[in-house]
């Protein structure tokens, strides 16, 4: 019988459960969707039940539907949406919905914590306070729902719950345990400056473990549930971004992922925390022990798209309106987009700004539009990259993934942007590989999670920088980089008149 792992990817919007062999094939791969619940403007939760009911779903299929053994699945380890607040109680019952990532009603706490910690927040963290995080959810509740926070014993991230309904084993893998704000990233423990800054108890947080660290077996109850043996052992996981980039090995410093989905992500693997970028790029733990990571993150990337796409072509499919682009030409016959349509994260942590265009004219097509907004959300990756210019980061590889690598042209337009190569992968699976990767590290298939990446990730096509393209985007560049201070203030006072009703 052949051993297999199975990674899971706790998303927001489904999970995917890959089973994946001893080779790094994905041999059967199930995924169940779950809804979002946006109560009131601004608020985004989920109900943990169906996480759990979700996986299980997967997993049932992947046993009766393509005749996976229990018994072949040796390891399960995960990926999972970062930040998300689970409440609990003495118990371990769920006390609220879950507050998602994508969640902003936090603006307040967020401020409170920057005014009662300053740069010592993020000295300790190596982040800004910003709204997504989980301490100013943490400080939301304490706030607005006394009672709850009263009752709460402890809190854990969706991936980590999820762990926990597999085992009844409570922990915080230690990339998620970055993502919630309240970890000294250095030293990669919780950090008592700031329970005792926020009047936390450190009995409020669960251990920390690692990524490819044993979590336990599943547990009799979850056996019975889903049909799984209580022989496979189960470990820690990775936050969602951290598992992407593994799952595309991004293993060096040289090398930077470029993900576009939903939201936009610039990643790049940091061998020790010696660079600080003082919080105008996210810095994290990584789930490869010892290792860290710093990215930043466009909120709205593949959204953009997604958006123009439902307003003003909703009859095409992604692949007709982005080829529509290569009617237009480089710099879109001087139409800038800024892709800012819900607010954004990086260069600006800025929730109250919003997208542009600039220079509309009447000889413009449509197809001068769609190619405005392919080359504004690269133009904002860009923003990310000349953040890790100016801290003397030096990279020559671009590894691109998401929805948006699946076109050529929009690869093309990454590479002259970037002035750099960049390279897609093959096959690729992003996040559930990453959670399969520590699986099979775990279970000691591989010495490390740098072998199990480079044995189970190939890389396919590369897209070299074309000369005469990178010098026309750089004068375009120049003028992206002035929109956001140019029309900030304008920018906020239709967002302002539009609040008013
Ligand atoms: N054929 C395509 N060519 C270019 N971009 C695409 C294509 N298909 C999807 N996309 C982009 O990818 C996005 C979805 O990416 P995906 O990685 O699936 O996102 P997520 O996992 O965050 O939902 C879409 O919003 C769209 O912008
Ligand atoms: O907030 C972040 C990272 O800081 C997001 O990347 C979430 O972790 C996204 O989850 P999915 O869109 O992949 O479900």
Redesign the pocket.
Known sequence: MEELVLGVDL?T?AVKVSAVNRQGKIVAQRSFDYPLSQPHPGFSEQNPEDWVNGTTVAIVELILKDGISADAVKGISYSGQMHGLVLLDHNKQVLRPAILWNDTRTSQQTQEISDQMGDDFIEITRNRSLEGFTLPKILWVKENEPQIFEAAETFVTPKDYLRYRMTGQLEMEISDAAGTVMLDVEKGQWSTAIQQAFELPASFFPPIIQGIQSAGHISESYALFSGLSTATEVFGGAADNAAGAIGSAILKPNMVWSS????GVVLKYEANAEVNYHGKIHFFNHAIPNKYYSMGVTLAA??S??WFKRSFAPAE???EL?ASAEQSTIGAHGLLFTPYIVGERTPYADGDIRGSWLGIDSMHQRADFVRSVLEGIIFSFKDIFAIYEDAGAQFDTVIAS???A??AL?LQIQADIFNKKVVVLENEQGPGMGAAILAAVGLGWFESVEQAAQAFASFGQVYEPKAENVEKYAQVYQMYRQVYTQTVDISHQLLAYRRQG
């Not at 576009?260 to 939201?263: A, E, F, K, L, M």
């Open positions: 998303g919007s576009i989905g939903t939201s593949g959204h798209l997604n499919d992604f692949t982005v998401g929805g948006g699946k076109s929009w």
